[in-house]
């Protein structure tokens, strides 16, 4: 009789673990996915700006190139 108690717990833990795994690998899965969309929607902003869609094209421009030519100016250092 013990046997059976032990057995049907034990059975009981390894389906909570496979739960608390289930939910961890679920958790690390929409980090990943939330990641993945924020730097598609940075994508898609700088296209908007760039072609003229989402703000007129030279204003964008103008806009966007001193953040760019920071990034170019600090990969240069970095890498120089």
Not at 7 to 36: C, D, H, P, S, T
Not at 42 to 55: A, E, P, R, T, W
Not at 64 to 78: E, G, K, N, S, W
Request: proline residues 1%.
């Amino acid at each position: 009789m013990h046997f059976l108690f032990g057995a049907f717990a034990l059975i009981w833990l390894l389906m909570a673990g496979m739960g608390v795994m289930g939910l961890y690998a679920l958790q690390a899965n929409n980090q990943r996915m939330e990641k993945i969309v924020h730097e598609h929607n940075v994508k898609i902003d700088l296209h908007q700006i760039l072609s003229g869609d989402g703000l007129a094209g030279e204003y964008g421009f103008r806009l966007i190139m001193p953040a760019f030519q920071r990034q170019c100016d600090d990969l240069l250092h970095q890498t120089g």
